[in-house]
């Protein structure tokens, strides 16, 4: 018959074996506790000193212009990139002492995990400078689009000013979850169907509403060298002497009365200058 093994024995064994692995494991947390201490003022006073830094060489001014951006006021928010880099470097400094304190321990799990985190704070880093520029980039590209529809009249230039704005700001963050290592090729996919089939529906839509106008302000280039103010000419049975000439219209004195021609109508009718 086989012995039993003696109850007492595997008990004492076991608490052994709980004893030294707890004698074991004391040291080694309390060193990761020293490391991550130690990381957590470093980090701290790091993190000061960086944010002094900026200040004082203006590298906020950056982040004010940012702060004018419409879009960034609807959202009532104050971006101080000052703050926002001492921060993520705060967080960079402890994860590096995380890590090492993990080591220490050495619970190999948490020691992957973080250490993937240390490896993508640089990717994040360049993401955000890319999402940075792209957005100052969008917003010169809107206000030049504004400032063009302005001087040619367009009463819808605010309209595709912010279209070309959420346009490209979209492919920049696109590029920036690229950059950050993230998949985006469906939503690169759905980007271009979408912009497709809406570029396509406005271009149509805006060509028949507005194609009077541009027949107007091609016309201006063409008359702007026959035509000037003072002139004296007929237009069918309208006679008047020409007060103003801009990008869409033609201004007649006729008698004690004003008359506006479209500026389109210098092609298509009989001109008649005294």
């Given amino acids: 018959m086989k012995q039993l093994p003696n109850l007492a024995e595997v008990l004492r064994d076991t608490f052994q ?82 890590v090492q304190a993990t080591n220490t321990l050495g619970v190999q799990a948490i020691t992957e995990m973080v250490s993937s985190l240390v490896s993508f704070i640089p990717k994040l880093i360049a993401a955000a400078i890319m999402l940075q520029v792209g957005i100052l980039l969008a917003d010169a590209l809107r206000q030049a689009v504004v400032n063009i ?63 009077d106008l541009m027949a107007n302000i091609l016309s201006s280039f ?11 000419i007929q237009i069918d049975d309208v006679k008047g002497q020409i007060l103003k000439i801009d990008t869409t219209s033609m201004t007649l004195q006729t008698g004690e009365t004003t008359t506006v021609f479209p500026l389109q109508i210098l092609q298509t009718k009989k001109i008649e200058i005294y």
């Fill in 222 to 232: 063409y008359s702007k060298n026959k035509y000037r103010e003072g002139q004296t």
């Fill in 17 to 98: 074996t709980l004893i030294d692995q707890f004698v074991e494991f004391v040291p080694r947390f309390l060193g990761a506790i020293v490391i991550l201490v130690i990381g957590i003022i470093v980090a701290r006073i790091t993190a000061l000193i960086v944010r002094r830094v900026l200040h004082r060489v203006g590298f906020d001014k950056i982040g004010e212009r940012l702060n004018d951006i419409s879009v960034v006021k609807q959202l009532k928010t104050e971006i101080k990139l000052s703050e926002i880099v001492a921060k993520v470097l705060y967080y960079y400094i402890l994860l590096i002492f995380i």
């Fill in 149 to 211: 529809c302005d001087s040619f009249k367009i009463a819808s230039g605010r309209l595709l000013g912010m279209i070309v704005f959420v346009f490209f700001l979209v492919i920049t963050l696109i590029s920036s979850l690229a950059q950050a290592g993230i998949n985006t090729e469906l939503l690169e996919s759905s980007f271009n169907l979408l912009i497709g089939g809406v570029i396509f529906a406005f271009a149509f839509g805006y060509g028949l509403a507005s194609r």
